[in-house]
């Protein structure tokens, strides 16, 4: 099978890798059956995920506490992981995506992403 896609971690204005945090505090069983999802996105193969508005998707985890992973994607070949958390954070969770969404597009349209 060959990559069909680009994985990217989103940096935010202030170089925040939101993704990246959140996985490193995570037990390592977590984060290793996390990873290897996220590994086999750069192949098209998603899994679970849901539509929640115009470019903004989640990956949803059915382990632990449901954990969710919000990401984007550019032209059908990049995805950029933009936050994650829980089921019990999603609310939450959904603000800041949709927040660094809206700064990602910005960016695009500055010629700065």
């Known amino acids: 099978m060959q990559k069909t896609k680009e994985v990217i971690f989103y940096l935010d204005i202030n170089d ?3 993704v990246a945090d959140w996985l490193n505090k995570l037990d390592n069983k977590a984060k290793a059956r996390i990873s290897i999802r996220l590994e086999r996105l750069e192949y098209g193969a998603y899994g679970d995920r ?3 508005a115009k470019g903004l998707y989640e990956l949803r985890f059915f382990f632990d ?3 969710r992973v919000y990401f984007a994607e ?7 992981l933009l936050c994650a958390g829980s089921k019990d954070s999603q609310r939450k969770d959904v603000k800041l995506a949709v927040s660094l969404l809206k700064e990602l597009k910005s960016e695009e349209e500055n010629g700065k992403a």
Not at 74 to 80: A, E, K, S
Request: charged content about 30%; aromatic content about 6%; hydrophobic content about 20%.
């Open 16 to 18: 925040k890798n939101h």
């Open 50 to 52: 849901k539509s929640l």
């Open 65 to 67: 506490n449901g954990y």
């Open 74 to 80: 550019d032209n059908d070949n990049i995805i950029r």
